[in-house]
């Protein structure tokens, strides 16, 4: 296994979960982050190598990075959504008041 090809792997998995989550696209943020899981299970199996310690460090700093990141537009995005709905339920009340008879 080249393990720096596997972390150029995982890089560019999130990376592009990164990129879905900025356009709210949630569902493929889900699919990739399955296969990243798997991708990382594989890397991690087996334990680096003292000169490949620096690179990894580096390599998982970055990737806490993103997913830091990812994390902040979730929240912001289930807050959103929580707005929606509350408008939503907002105008229910109102077309229910309007259409009640008198």
């Known amino acids: 296994m080249d393990r720096r090809h596997t972390w150029r792997e995982i890089d ?4 592009s979960m990164l ?3 900025r356009s709210g696209e949630w569902d493929s943020v889900i699919k990739i982050e ?8 594989v890397f991690f199996a087996d334990n680096p190598q003292q000169q490949d310690a620096e ?11 993103m997913d830091k990141e990812i ?10 959504l929580g707005r929606q709905l509350h408008n939503i339920h907002k105008g229910k009340k109102a077309q229910q008041a309007y259409l009640k008879p008198a």
């Open 12 to 15: 560019a998995m999130t990376n």
């Open 19 to 21: 990129n879905h989550a």
């Open 34 to 41: 399955a296969d990243r899981q798997n991708t990382m299970q």
């Open 55 to 65: 690179w990894i460090a580096a390599g998982i700093k970055s990737i806490m990075i």
């Open 71 to 80: 994390m902040q537009l979730g929240k912001s995005g289930v807050q959103e």
